[in-house]
């Protein structure tokens, strides 16, 4: 797991290297989520409704409504959720509460997990009745290809959200670098130093002169010590 500090990132309030963002496996799995659920529903909501000898529009799978629904409709939802949780990425590391970071990245495997298990979902169900249309209710393979193109890719699906996942879950187990953040850093306030009350600054030599000493009078008549 790359980075260091609370939930795998670095002290917060530090410069944001792009570059290095753009390399973090978890950056590539969110843009290659992002792009296969594109692909689904885009190639459902273009293709994957067909007119068979009448102005009404079936489903190319099987002419099963509720299929191109879902497929419409986990794809369109995961399109959203990868921008969303890439700008969550983005501020993660300016985020300075423990606490936030912590609900975050629950958050964040929460909706993956969830996600992974219904791209699985859906890739049977679009391949089972993909498997029950027959060439009559597609004359000259109508959609066919969009059909083909939304399975194969909510099976890419499944794995990429699986990663996202795992990085989650690695960045839970990291916990927090408590070196790196303070109490006050945990509730999200930073921390006051305060200035002294003074007009000046103490030094550190209180006595400028051995205790219990006196001032003499120079003139005064010192005392001898007699000689025996």
Request: hydrophobic share 45%; charged share 15%; net charge negative.
């Amino acid at each position: 797991m790359d980075g260091v500090g609370s939930f795998g990132a670095g002290r917060a309030g530090s410069a944001f290297d792009p570059i290095s963002f753009i390399q973090q496996p978890q950056t590539i799995l969110r843009i290659l989520s992002w792009i296969f659920s594109m692909v689904v529903f885009g190639s459902i909501i273009n293709e994957g409704y067909v007119n068979i000898g009448s102005e009404r529009l079936y489903c190319v799978f099987n002419k099963n409504y509720d299929a191109c629904n879902y497929g419409i409709t986990i794809g369109l939802i995961a399109f959203l959720a990868c921008i969303f949780f890439f700008l969550l990425d983005v501020k993660f590391q300016q985020i300075s509460s423990v606490k936030d970071r912590k609900k975050a990245v629950m958050l964040e495997i929460g909706f993956s997990g969830f996600w992974t298990f219904l791209w699985f979902v859906g890739f049977c169900f679009l391949a089972n009745q993909w498997q029950r249309t027959t060439p009559d209710e597609l004359p000259l393979n109508q959609g066919a290809d969009a059909a083909r193109a939304a399975i194969a890719f909510s099976f890419f699906s499944i794995f990429t959200w699986a990663g996202l996942t795992v990085r989650a879950v690695q960045k839970y187990l990291l916990g927090t670098d408590m070196s790196l953040f303070t109490t006050e850093h945990m509730d999200g306030n930073q921390t006051i130093q305060p200035y002294p009350t003074g007009p000046a600054a103490e030094t550190t030599d209180t006595y400028q002169s051995p205790p219990f000493t006196e001032n003499l009078d120079s003139n005064a008549p010192t005392y001898q010590v007699p000689i025996y």
